[in-house]
Every structure is written in structure tokens, then in C-alpha cells.
């Protein structure tokens, strides 16, 4: 049995849960409303507080569906109640990120700023420091994933001098320059 996929998922206050036909599941909460279609052979229970996925039988596929389904729909229900958020560093001299209205400004050692407009449903905020740190927030976590992920594609760090735009956790393995002839 799936380790993960047999854990019920318990269902915070003030959050509902909905399971149409075709495994359709909606999930509302105090942040906001996310719905998704998940695969058809799952069976989804909403029993009191708590969902529980089954699956048919011991089939590799099934096997391997059981615990996604189970994770699809926990983090729907933890995006609506409290939320996901990925920081991102922009290092180096001269990179600075900053903020207007929805648009997220990046100087990144191009000619010309990189622009980027935030996604439906997704919010940047910049604090500006001795490193400018970018907050990806919001409630899908897939889509916050995406968007940072975007964002550190625009200048991805070297390993030399560790400039461009890195996850906070992120560690980069730093190289030795070249050195001069003898």
C-alpha cells in the first residue's frame, strides 16, 4: 500500500471540500478557490473532516497514481488555508530587481530590463538589502513553483562569482578561476 497515498488528508475549519463526477475536486478556503480534475480511476471520500483516496487494485500505474492524487489534493488544501511562497536572491553588482504595479523590473547585466508581468493568482514582492530578495506568493503551488523558476531562468547563477538570480536555499558549488602561467 502507497505510504503516502493511504494517509487521510484532515480538513482545516473553514474549508470545504467538493468531489464532483469525473473526480473533479474543489477545495475553498480563506485564501482563495482552486479546482482540479484528478485521474478518474482514484476513488475520493470526504469523510467528516477528512478525505481518504483509495484506488482499485495493485497495478504499477495504479500504485504511482494513489500517492500523486493524495499530494494534488493536500497541497490544494494547504494553498487555500495558509499559502506557498519561493524567495529568490539576485546577486552581483549592478543586478537589482524592482516593482511597479504588476510588472517586476530586472536589471540583469543586459542591455535592456527584463520585464515580466505577475500570472493570474500570483504575487511578487521585492525587498531591496544588501541582496534584493523577490517573493513569489500564492496559492497554486505549481504555479508559484513555475513563475520562480521563470524568473531565476532570466540569469541563472555561475559558479565563479555566483552572480544571477538563485533560490535563498539554493547552495551554489563554486569553481576556481583560471590562474595566471608561471
Known amino acids: 500500500m502507497s505510504r503516502i497515498g493511504r494517509m487521510p488528508i484532515a480538513i482545516p475549519a473553514g474549508v470545504t471540500v467538493d468531489v464532483a463526477e ?15 480534475v ?9 469523510e ?7 484506488r482499485p487494485n495493485d497495478l504499477k500505474k495504479m500504485k504511482s497514481l494513489h500517492g500523486l492524487t493524495r499530494t494534488l489534493i493536500n497541497n490544494m488544501v494547504v494553498g487555500v488555508t495558509a499559502g506557498y511562497e519561493k524567495k529568490l536572491e539576485v546577486n552581483g553588482v549592478g543586478y537589482k530587481a524592482a516593482k511597479a504595479g504588476k510588472k517586476l523590473t530586472l536589471s ?12 493570474e ?10 541582496t534584493t530578495v523577490i517573493t513569489v506568493k500564492g496559492i497554486d503551488k505549481e504555479k508559484v513553483g513555475q513563475f520562480a523558476a521563470e524568473i531565476r531562468d532570466k540569469r541563472r547563477p555561475e559558479p565563479y562569482k555566483g552572480k544571477g538570480i538563485k533560490y535563498v536555499d539554493e547552495v551554489i558549488r563554486r569553481k576556481v578561476g583560471k590562474t595566471g602561467k608561471k
Not at 38 to 46: A, F, R
Open 22 to 36: 469525473n473526480n473533479k475536486v474543489t477545495v475553498k478556503g480563506p485564501k482563495g478557490e482552486l479546482s482540479r
Open 108 to 119: 540583469l547585466g543586459y542591455s535592456h530590463p527584463v520585464e515580466m508581468e505577475d500570472p
Open 48 to 54: 467528516g473532516a477528512e478525505i481518504i483516496v483509495s
Open 121 to 130: 493568482g500570483i504575487e511578487t514582492v521585492v525587498e531591496q538589502g544588501a
Open 38 to 46: 484528478l485521474p478518474s480511476e482514484m476513488e475520493i471520500k470526504v
